[in-house]
C-alpha cells in the first residue's frame, strides 16, 4: 500500500513537473523574445536617427548649393547692369570702364614689383647674394599671383577667342 501511496506520490509530482515544464520554457521563450524585439527597436532608432541626419544634411547642402547659386546670379547680374550701364554711356565712358581692371592690374603688378625691388635692394646693401635674396623674396606666394595674373588676362583671352570661356 505504501507503494501505492509513493507510486502514486511520486506519478503526481512528476505529471505536475511535466505540466509546469511548458509554462517554464513559454516563459523563457517570451523573455528572449522580449529581448530580441528591444534589440530589434534599439537598431530601428539607430537607423531612424541615421536617416534623420542624412536628411538633414541633404537639406543643408541644397540651401548652400542655393545660397552659390543665388550669389552667382547676383554677380552675373550686376556686371550685366554694369556693361548696360557703359554701352548707354557712350563711346568714350565704355572705353573708361573697360580700362578699369587693366589699369588695377598694372597698379597693382608695378607697385607688388616696387616692392620687391625695395627688399632686393635692401638686401644687397646688407652685402647679401643675389642668388640667396632671390631664393628669400620670391615664395609660393609670388608664384601664385604671377599664375594668377597670367590665368587671367592670357588664359581667358584665349579660351574667349575660342568661345570657351
Sequence with gaps: MIELLGGGFIGSLLGGLFRLAPEVLKWLDKKDERKHELSMFDKQCELEKTRGDIKLQ?????RDMAIDVGMVE???????QQTEMAKAAGGKIAALSASVRPVMTYYVLALYGIVKLAVFALAVSNDETAAHIVG?????DDMTLLCGVVN???LDRSLAKRGLA
Design 58 to 62: 541633404e537639406i543643408g547642402a541644397q
Design 74 to 80: 547676383a554677380f552675373k547680374s550686376a556686371i550685366d
Design 136 to 140: 628669400r623674396i620670391w615664395t609660393p
Design 152 to 154: 587671367y588676362w592670357i
